[in-house]
C-alpha cells in the first residue's frame, strides 16, 4: 500500500529536479493570473517619462488550492512578435531559461491572490518597440509555476508602444542653436577683421 505513495513522492522530486536543471517550458504552464496593462496616455508612450499602471489576481476558474506553492511574483515587459521578427537577440523559445521575450524586469512582489496593482514608470534605457506585460508566479525553489499576460496567447491584443528616448532635449538644442549662431558671428568678425586689415595694408 505504500508503493504508490513512495511512487508520487520520487516523481514528484524528479520533475523538480528535472525543472530546476532543464527548465521549465512556457507551454507546460496553466495561465493562471489575470493581468491587465493600462495608461491614461492610451497604448502608446515615452521611455522615462509616462506611466503603465499593472493589475493583476488570481484566475477564479482554477482550483483554490492551485496558488497554495505561489511564493513570488515578478512582473516583465516583454517583446510582441512584430518587434521580435529579424532580431534573434529577442527570440521566443518554449525553455523558459534560453527564451528572450522578456527582457526587461518591471518589478517583484511576494504574491498575494488579490488586490494587487502597481504603477511603473517606464524606464529610460526601454528600446522603441511593442510590447506586453507578463506575470510569472514561483514557489518556495524559485521555479516557475504559473503566468498570466495581458494579451492573449498569440500576442496580438492589447499591445503598446513604448518610444526611446533620442537623447535630445530642449537645453541642448537651444544650447546648440546659440553655439551655431555664436560660430558664425566670430566666423562673419574674423573675416571683417582680416578685409579690414587687407584695405589698412593696401594704403599703407
Known sequence: MEFPTVFLFGYLM??????????????????????????????????????????????????????????????????????????????????????????????????????NSFVWKVDRDIPSAKFFVRAYVFDGQEVVVGYGQNTDRSKTFDLFTIHAITGRHASIDVASVCFSVFSVGSLAGFYYMERRKGKISQHK
Open 14 to 115: 524528479l520533475s523538480c529536479f528535472a525543472a530546476s536543471c532543464f527548465g521549465v517550458t512556457f507551454s507546460s504552464l496553466h495561465k493562471t493570473l489575470i493581468v491587465s496593462a493600462s495608461s491614461p496616455l492610451g497604448h502608446v508612450l515615452k521611455a522615462g517619462e509616462d506611466e503603465l499602471t499593472i493589475n493583476w489576481e488570481f484566475n477564479q476558474t482554477f482550483p483554490p488550492s492551485t496558488d497554495s506553492a505561489y511564493k513570488t511574483l515578478k512582473l516583465k515587459l516583454c517583446y510582441a512578435p512584430e518587434s521580435q521578427k529579424d532580431r534573434p537577440w529577442r527570440k521566443t523559445v518554449d525553455n523558459l531559461k534560453k527564451d528572450k521575450t522578456c527582457q526587461h524586469m518591471i518589478a517583484e512582489r511576494p504574491y498575494s491572490p488579490s488586490n
